[in-house]
């Protein structure tokens, strides 16, 4: 298995960055992914999930703090999954790391820091 986080950097509050994920391995769309952040000194959250399934899935779910102003989607053909974010905050300053939810294996995460 093999995840490829991308996307990150630097961007001013307000601003917008949309992360990606690239996963092989596995068979991409049948598993649920997520987007997850960790800060140091806390524990790694899941920001946000997307559903598979052979249809295609696309059940989403999120965490209050970003609801309205990320989006998750992906593009199976692609073995991608992408994070939109919106309207940055600095609280929203983390390593975002992607994962199937079911299966063990991260990326190597990618940095994104709203300066404050």
């Known amino acids: 298995v093999r995840i490829e986080e991308s996307g990150g950097g630097l961007v001013q509050a307000g601003g917008s960055l949309t992360l990606s994920c690239v996963a092989s391995?596995?068979?991409?769309?049948?598993?649920?992914m997520g987007w997850y952040r960790q800060t140091p000194g806390k524990q790694r959250e899941l920001v946000a999930s997307?559903?598979?399934?052979?249809?295609?899935?696309?059940?989403?779910n999120y965490i209050d703090s970003v609801r309205g102003r990320f989006t998750i989607s992906r593009d199976n053909a692609k073995n991608t999954v992408y994070l939109q974010m919106n309207n940055l905050k600095p609280e929203d300053t983390a390593v975002y790391y992607c994962?199937?939810?079911?299966?063990?294996?991260w990326g190597q995460g990618t940095q994104v820091t709203v300066p404050s």
């Open positions: 994962k199937a939810l079911e299966l063990v294996y």
């Open positions: 997307i559903t598979g399934g052979p249809i295609g899935g696309g059940q989403t």
């Open positions: 391995g596995f068979v991409f769309h049948g598993f649920a």
